[in-house]
């Protein structure tokens, strides 16, 4: 008998699929700081958005940003981490 992987069972390929997903519902950045958070995001610079997030303490797009980056590392806080992300998005 050979152990199956469970369709709930989060993998790094359904951690990416998710983050791709928040990040068309974020859009096109609105701003320069949007545009710089997400550059910063793209090049996994993720401290640099979490400090921008950090500094714009009311701006949702640097705040779920700032969020993202922890997701990208498989750990348990990964599915708290994508939904702090996604509802701070909406």
Do not use: W
Not at 38 to 47: M, P, S, Y
Not at 52 to 63: E, M, N, P, S, V
Request: a negative charge; glycine letters at 6%.
């Amino acid at each position: 008998m050979h152990a199956t992987q469970s369709t709930t069972e989060l993998t790094l390929e359904k951690v990416n699929l998710a983050v791709d997903a928040i990040l068309n519902v974020l859009g096109t950045p609105e701003n320069p700081l949007h545009t710089e958070a997400l550059a910063a995001f793209r090049r996994q610079d993720h401290q640099v958005v979490k400090r921008l997030a950090a500094i714009h303490l009311c701006d949702y797009y640097c705040k779920a940003l700032g969020y993202l980056g922890g997701a990208l590392k498989l750990t348990p806080n990964t599915d708290t981490i994508l939904a702090e992300s996604a509802f701070v998005g909406c």
